[in-house]
């Protein structure tokens, strides 16, 4: 068995003196394991940092084994990385998340998704809003996506302002306004990649796709949310001066 794809490196396991077990999320075999000879080694220790893409040819003799990598750095982004608190925690919380994820089932969306984050990673204001979308398309991925495109009272596709706890589905202004105590806020920019997002939008995001994420994804595997996206939203918090917001693409 034999095949080569594009993948970003979630972590990697010590095996052995000098091997490693590499994970990677692979754009068309899905998150995949397999063995790095010598990868402890000096040669190999900065490409298989989390975070960064490779090209990687995996082989064994039979599809259920673990099978061997051999590997080449295609951008080695993970230097850029490790100097932001911010970033470090981002590539943390993603990989946790695609470790959720059926080991060898092919997810291409994801793929996408984690590799345009990881160019932006650098900037806390644009990342926070790409990761807060990336849990919402991770939701949809695991079959709990979250309705934000019309209203579950009345179908309104404007002023969507709510989303309800219990069905996951968007509450409009005027249906929502009574039972506010008992909604969740739903920012603009979830459902606009347009819309700037704000300080407090981010928080109000995060509020919503932690409660979800808590319930649909970690819960029901006897998992707590990972610390590090707590810590990333720390981080972002503390980065930025209070009331900015990221700017629509293509402004400035």
């Not at 995949?32 to 000879?37: A, E, F, K």
């Not at 951008?75 to 060898?104: D, Q, S």
């Not at 806390?124 to 009272?153: H, T, Y």
């Not at 969740?184 to 919503?208: K, T, Y």
């Amino acid at each position: 068995m034999q095949w080569t794809d594009e993948g970003i490196v979630l972590g990697v396991k010590r095996h052995g003196e000098t091997s490693v077990i590499l994970e990677l999320m692979t754009r068309e075999h899905g998150r995949h394991l397999g063995l790095v000879r010598g990868g402890s080694g000096t040669r190999l220790r900065g490409v298989l940092q989390p975070g960064n893409s490779l090209r990687a040819t995996w082989r064994a003799r039979l599809d259920e084994h673990l099978g061997n990598y051999a590997v080449e750095g295609l951008n080695l982004r993970a230097a850029g990385i490790l100097p932001t608190a911010h970033a470090v925690y981002g590539v943390t919380h993603m990989a946790a998340l695609c470790r959720l994820l059926a080991e060898r089932e092919q997810h291409v969306r994801i793929y996408i998704a984690l590799e345009a984050i990881l160019d932006e990673l650098d900037e806390p204001l644009v990342a926070a809003p790409l990761i807060a979308r990336f849990e919402l398309a991770f939701l949809a991925e695991l079959g709990f996506g979250l309705d934000l495109a019309s209203c579950a009272a009345t179908g309104a596709t404007s002023d969507l302002v709510y989303v309800s706890p219990r069905s996951g589905r968007a509450v409009s202004r005027a249906a929502g306004e009574a039972y506010r105590d008992k909604l969740m806020p739903l920012p603009g920019f979830l459902g606009n990649e347009e819309q700037p997002a704000s300080i407090a939008d981010l928080a109000d995001a995060f509020a919503l796709t932690g409660f979800f994420l808590e319930r649909h994804a970690f819960t029901p595997r006897g998992l707590a949310l990972p610390d590090a996206r707590a810590h990333f939203i720390a981080a972002v918090m503390r980065a930025v001066p209070d009331g900015s917001s990221h700017p629509a693409p293509g402004a400035g």
